[in-house]
């Protein structure tokens, strides 16, 4: 069954109206998982847009983007952004394509296996790279963080910023971090920046971290 959810984004104050938008996502809650806002993405969607100045005019990639929100939020905020998700989820990708279509957004929509090195990595250099919930099957950790590591040590300087399900502690985030030689430079409660009523939807442990090179 295929709804379009909205998530808005705004301050309270009168002044930053103008700046207020809000983005229609394609859902579709019987196919599988990359077709449905999680709540990681909220959260993470949610920090791109309190720090807006951070994102105008960078670059910015998505992995495993599946919806793409946080990465749609980047794009309403002036970022030149790239909605990555795995090359075989042709209909993941179609339906990206689709969001930004309807939102009216310039992105780029291409397939990146993680852990793949075809042509597509290498002319990729992000500035800050996103993933929402990509945490999230052991197996494919090693493979993520690879290639997340070999998209920050090409671009010095950029920086990697996830939410994630804090299911066992951050110790296999650390041990990930120590084995790719990278440090992270701040972790918060995804629920400490939420505005209250989008933390009534949702719940969990969900952390944010920000993740760079050592």
């Not at 992995?63 to 946080?70: E, R």
């Not at 110790?171 to 009534?200: N, Q, T, V, Y």
Request: charged residues 20%; glycine residues 8%.
């Amino acid at each position: 069954m295929t709804t379009i959810s909205r998530h808005c984004f705004g301050d309270d104050d009168s002044e930053s109206e103008s700046s207020s938008f809000c983005i229609s996502i394609i859902e579709n809650m019987k196919e599988e998982y990359g077709l449905f806002v999680w709540p990681c993405s909220v959260i993470l969607a949610e920090y791109v847009w309190q720090h807006k100045q951070r994102f105008h005019g960078s670059t910015v990639l998505e992995l495993g983007a599946g919806t793409s929100l946080p990465g749609l939020v980047a794009a309403k905020l002036g970022a030149r952004v790239t909605l990555t998700d795995d090359s075989q989820r042709l209909q993941v990708l179609d339906n990206m394509r689709k969001v930004c279509d309807l939102n009216k957004l310039n992105c780029n929509v291409q397939g990146l296996t993680w852990g793949v090195w075809d042509s597509s990595i290498f002319n990729l250099h992000p500035t800050i790279i996103l993933g929402a919930d990509v945490l999230y099957d052991s197996n494919a950790f090693d493979n993520l963080f690879a290639t997340v590591t070999f998209l920050l040590r090409k671009d010095p300087g950029s920086v990697f910023i996830t939410s994630y399900h804090n299911r066992s502690g951050h110790h296999l985030i650390e041990f990930l971090m120590g084995k790719w030689g990278l440090k992270c430079l701040k972790l918060l409660d995804g629920f400490s920046f939420l505005p209250s009523e989008k933390a009534s939807l949702i719940s969990g442990n969900i952390q944010l971290a920000e993740i760079a090179v050592i």
